[in-house]
């Protein structure tokens, strides 16, 4: 509440106590027979007029305690939304200056781009990602690149599921992320024989619904 509403609420409450007394004041002295139990005295008219005046003051108290916690509740809202939106921005950083990650999204987007990892240079096609993203299995064995396309996507699952357990405690807005990361799920949804295997069998179940919700969003 603002100073001026205070002021403009404390000038009614004494103008109405003020009005009350002096009704109270020219009903005593012209007292009138009726109902016995109407007050008819000086006295009388000023228990009457302190119980309403108490009433309207609590009836003024309850107003503005609620009227203060639903002001509160807001600010708290607005204070919760800007975490979020703090949040959200902290984390799509992190996954897009996070070389592996930015490179499994590369690979997604473009076929046959140049990557260079610890000294080695790999040209990744769409043809390359679904064998070296199979299941392993025993004496099963992967090249070099194979070995690099899997830690990229290995990255950028890992964020996926960060991403979805921090939705899932409201520590994000999903409509925050949803803009840089639907086209990336769209992909990953599209070619479930490249994915979904390697993604239900490493623990990333809660990283492909929330890239399913991403994709199914940005359509």
Known sequence: MTATRKRHSAAWLISTAWMLMTTAAMAAENPTQGDPFSPTTLK???SVISTLITMALAIWGIWSGLRSARNAIQEKRKEH???QLAAARDMMKEIFTDPLARSAMRMMDWSGRTFTHEGQTYVVHW?????ALVVHEKGMGFSKQQEFIRDCFEAFFDHMLVLEHFLDQD???????AVPLEYYAGRVMSFPDTYDGFLRAYGYSEARALMQRLAEGGK
């Open 127 to 131: 043809r390359d990602l679904k064998p």
């Open 171 to 177: 520590y994000l807005h999903e409509a925050d992320i």
């Open 81 to 83: 939304r800007q975490k």
């Open 44 to 46: 009388d008219w000023v």
